[in-house]
């Protein structure tokens, strides 16, 4: 019974890395190219730099999972698991600063 316990904690806890990675992945994967474009690095060139930043952090991630080829080793990865959350937060941020620049710009461009 000990076992069972055991193993259930172990898939609870790559069910929950999993989907926060999943989260991260799903937000960088939609700013990416967003940010990548020049106009966007020149109208907001603040939020362009924290993008770069976390885009950094998430590729060093994304090779270290890379590495370790292993699900269950990245999920317990105490340097992944741990970037996860304030990746997520940052990227969130980027996108409502984003979000924000992009409705002023369809309040002059009604008819867009």
Not at 29 to 43: N, Y
């Amino acid at each position: 019974m000990d076992q069972i316990t055991s193993l259930n904690g172990m898939f609870n806890n790559l069910e929950i890395t999993i989907k926060k990675w999943t989260k991260v992945q799903s937000l960088w994967t939609a700013l990416e190219p967003v940010f990548s474009s020049e106009d966007i690095r020149k109208q907001l060139p603040q939020e362009a730099s924290k993008f770069k930043n976390l885009d950094k952090d998430f590729v060093k991630n994304m090779n270290m999972a890379k590495d370790l080829q292993n699900v269950k080793l990245c999920c317990e990865n105490d340097v992944i698991v741990s970037r996860l959350p304030e990746l997520e937060k940052q990227l969130y941020e980027c996108q409502r600063k984003l979000d924000r620049y992009l409705e002023t710009k369809k309040q002059k461009f009604a008819r867009f």
